[in-house]
């Protein structure tokens, strides 16, 4: 009975204190936002389309999860759900556009014990597959929202020598959040080639890391990660085509990556998304992303689906037309 009685002062006394920091914590500093502002017209770029982690498994096929001190690290987390770790009544949620899972990073994902051990820091990763022959203009963009309580911090790196740890040495941007500012979804953009040459592969790692999560470790949520082309308007620009029109994917078959080529005689808002044979969408290349009239390409990677028959599906100004790919590995 004394040993009982022992442990629950102890957690009486944590929660205390985790109290106490979320007080301290309303001196809070200034929210940072990204780099640069995002431009609404671009064009898929890379070999990372959008993760949106509506896949059953997680992390997502090529991605890289990797945690320090024995936590779990980053998980999927369902739309609508309670925070995990927090005994709170803020339930997960989407930015516009999201689907119904989201990647999220807290305390309790990175603590071994899952009890608020008073200096035990988190260190938890989630790395992207190798993006391929980074050109000008390309730019990772990602949402991110965090919750107001504790502070945290999320680093985003660049590698290319590998997707281990060691091997991310250039850092993109460090963002540290405190206190009550603003929690809402934020949309991130970076320009990669003013971290890493033109023509090269690199990996990025989103990080979270607290020093000590006893009075540290809010809930990070990641989604709509994504490498674009941003594209910029130019003068005397040519003669706009004259109608919509949906190309066959290429190469097809294909294994995993097939580029998609679509073609708009004015600007018009694109979704372009991909079906299986249930008729269920499996992948949303493009969704509401604003295009100038001309030719577009799209790149999709389907490593982590299963060989078989897939229907792409674009929406565009009213446009609507259907085609089908095979999947072959």
Same mark, same amino acid.
């Given at each position: 009975?004394?040993?009982? *009685?022992?442990?629950?002062?102890?957690?009486?006394?944590?929660?205390? @204190?985790?109290?106490?920091?979320?007080?301290?914590?309303?001196?809070?500093?200034?929210? %940072?936002?990204?780099?640069?502002?995002?431009?609404? #017209?671009?064009?898929? *770029?890379?070999?990372? *389309?959008?993760?949106?982690?509506?896949?059953?498994?997680?992390?997502?096929?090529?991605?890289?999860?990797?945690?320090?001190?024995?936590?779990?690290?980053?998980?999927?987390?369902?739309?609508?759900?309670?925070?995990?770790?927090?005994? #709170?009544?803020?339930?997960?949620?989407?930015?516009?556009?999201?689907?119904?899972?989201?990647?999220?990073?807290?305390?309790?994902?990175?603590? =071994?014990?899952? #009890?608020?051990?008073?200096?035990?820091?988190?260190?938890?990763?989630?790395?992207?597959?190798?993006?391929?022959?980074?050109?000008?203009?390309?730019?990772?963009?990602?949402?991110?929202?965090?919750?107001?309580?504790?502070?945290?911090?999320?680093?985003?790196?660049?590698?290319?020598?590998?997707?281990?740890?060691?091997?991310?040495?250039?850092? @993109?941007?460090?963002?540290?959040?405190?206190?009550?500012?603003?929690?809402?979804?934020?949309?991130? +953009?970076?320009?990669?080639?003013?971290?890493?040459?033109?023509?090269?592969?690199?990996?990025? +790692?989103?990080?979270?890391?607290?020093?000590?999560? =006893?009075?540290?470790?809010? *809930? #990070?949520?990641?989604?709509?990660?994504?490498?674009?082309?941003?594209?910029?308007?130019?003068?005397?620009?040519?003669?706009?085509?004259?109608?919509?029109?949906?190309?066959?994917?290429?190469?097809?078959?294909?294994?995993?990556?097939?580029?998609?080529?679509?073609?708009?005689?004015?600007?018009?808002?694109?979704?372009?998304?991909?079906?299986?044979?249930?008729?269920?969408?499996?992948?949303?290349?493009?969704?509401?992303?604003?295009?100038?009239?001309?030719?577009?390409? =799209?790149?999709?990677?389907?490593?982590?689906?299963?060989?078989?028959?897939?229907?792409? %599906?674009?929406?565009?100004?009213?446009?609507?037309?259907? %085609?089908?790919?095979?999947?072959?590995?």
């Amino acid at each position: 009975m004394q040993r009982i *009685a022992y442990v629950i002062l102890i957690i009486v006394i944590a929660l205390n @204190v985790r109290a106490y920091s979320q007080q301290r914590e309303n001196l809070a500093q200034p929210f %940072k936002s990204s780099d640069i502002e995002t431009e609404t #017209l671009y064009e898929t *770029a890379g070999d990372l *389309a959008v993760e949106s982690f509506e896949g059953t498994s997680f992390h997502p096929a090529g991605w890289n999860r990797i945690t320090n001190f024995s936590g779990a690290g980053w998980q999927r987390g369902e739309v609508g759900q309670q925070v995990p770790g927090f005994g #709170l009544t803020d339930i997960i949620d989407a930015p516009s556009g999201g689907g119904s899972f989201v990647a999220f990073a807290s305390w309790a994902t990175g603590d =071994a014990d899952g #009890l608020f051990s008073p200096g035990q820091p988190t260190d938890q990763w989630l790395i992207t597959p190798q993006i391929l022959n980074v050109q000008p203009n390309d730019s990772l963009i990602f949402y991110l929202r965090y919750f107001s309580q504790f502070g945290d911090n999320l680093d985003v790196l660049i590698s290319t020598a590998g997707d281990t740890i060691a091997a991310f040495d250039t850092v @993109v941007a460090e963002l540290e959040f405190r206190g009550a500012g603003n929690n809402a979804w934020q949309k991130y +953009a970076y320009a990669l080639t003013d971290f890493a040459d033109p023509g090269s592969d690199i990996y990025v +790692a989103f990080r979270e890391r607290v020093s000590n999560n =006893a009075t540290l470790g809010d *809930a #990070l949520f990641l989604d709509l990660v994504e490498v674009v082309s941003l594209v910029t308007d130019v003068a005397g620009p040519p003669t706009s085509p004259e109608r919509f029109e949906l190309a066959q994917n290429y190469p097809n078959p294909f294994n995993p990556s097939t580029q998609i080529t679509f073609v708009l005689p004015q600007r018009a808002t694109v979704f372009l998304r991909v079906f299986n044979l249930l008729g269920q969408q499996v992948a949303a290349i493009l969704n509401g992303v604003s295009y100038s009239p001309g030719r577009h390409r =799209a790149t999709w990677n389907a490593g982590g689906l299963p060989n078989g028959i897939y229907f792409y %599906k674009i929406e565009a100004g009213g446009f609507v037309d259907i %085609k089908r790919m095979t999947l072959m590995k």
